[in-house]
């Protein structure tokens, strides 16, 4: 498909390079990662911080994750303890954020932690964003690049959807995970803030202990924590086995016909399919003109968690 966006731009040297330029004098770019496209900026700069927030129409109060090229890097601001590098011996880069107590000479800005004492770090595994990190000489503030509350992108052409011709968009192909990052909290008692492809299972074979998913934050420490998220800015309803023909049906198995109004997840049951899917579903529907989506009962287990608690708060009322 041809893309008729002229800020969206291929990740070639020439280009990155001046990724990086805009970067280093406070600009903000979207960019790719394995889960969703982010929308990035120093996190050392109080003016990038701010143009995040302001571009996504984000409360104060929700911070943001900081994305490290390497270990050597994020030890400059955040306690990295036994815990954290067991973990990361097993899955780092990759999908999975660390909430870290802050070091108190850390040069983060404080607005994008939510002037709290800990931080969001992730080690993002896409090649682009980590050509990128290698040489820049600070981390990057990066949450998905949406607007606040709705649906996350999984393309170059969704970020130039939410925000037009406003910022430049490196265009890295589909995201191969289509959702956002398991969040671990290893501040205080380990607890999961929020699901992702990384699970509770497979964290707690690690660690040798029992993990928590702990929905309610009283104070938020971590991004996708909102009641209300994730999306398409229609009404969602939840474990549906029919639909009516006039709205879309979101379904997952062989057993559901093809129909002119509905959107399969995965016809083969898998669930790191239907992860990939959902946003992309989401948002043509949306597209189509759909009033209401149903969707069907999609199974509690593996990344399934996940796609669970995004469907439920895109439901939120």
Not at 17 to 34: F, Q, V
Not at 79 to 86: E, G, I, M, P, S
Not at 278 to 293: E, M, S, V, W
Request: proline share 6%.
């Amino acid at each position: 498909m041809k893309n008729f966006y002229s800020n969206i731009i291929k990740p070639n040297p020439k280009n990155l390079n001046k990724i990086i330029k805009i970067l280093k004098k406070d600009g903000i770019i979207s960019l790719p990662t394995e889960t969703v496209y982010g929308l990035a900026g120093n996190a050392y700069s109080k003016i990038s911080i701010r143009k995040i927030f302001n571009v996504k129409k984000r409360s104060k109060k929700n911070p943001l994750i900081v994305h490290y090229y390497n270990l050597k890097d994020a030890k400059k601001d955040v306690v990295l303890d036994k815990r954290f590098h067991k973990i990361f011996n097993k899955f780092g880069p990759g999908p999975l954020t660390f909430i870290l107590k802050k070091k108190q000479s850390s040069r983060i800005n404080p607005i994008a932690c939510a002037n709290l004492k800990t931080v969001g770090v992730r080690f993002p595994k896409n090649k682009i964003i980590r050509k990128i990190l290698k040489d820049l000489s600070f981390p990057l503030a990066m949450p998905s690049a949406n607007k606040s509350s709705s649906i996350s992108p999984v393309k170059a052409t969704d970020v130039a959807e939410e925000f037009g011709n406003k910022i430049k968009i490196v265009d890295g192909g589909v995201s191969k995970i289509g959702i956002e990052s398991t969040v671990l909290n290893l501040d205080g008692k380990i607890s999961i803030l929020r699901p992702g492809i990384i699970t509770s299972t497979q964290l707690e074979k690690i660690l040798k202990i029992k993990i928590n998913l702990k929905y309610n934050q009283k104070i938020i420490k971590s991004p996708g924590s909102l009641r209300k998220h994730y999306s398409p800015g229609i009404p969602i309803y939840l474990n549906k086995k029919k639909c009516p023909k006039e709205f879309a049906f979101i379904t997952f198995g062989f057993k559901y016909p093809v129909t002119r109004n509905s959107f399969n997840l995965s016809r083969k049951s898998n669930l790191n399919e239907a992860a990939k899917n959902l946003y992309k579903f989401f948002r043509l529907i949306k597209n189509k003109g759909y009033k209401k989506i149903y969707v069907v009962k999609i199974p509690n287990k593996g990344i399934g968690f996940a796609i669970n608690d995004r469907l439920k708060r895109a439901a939120k009322k």
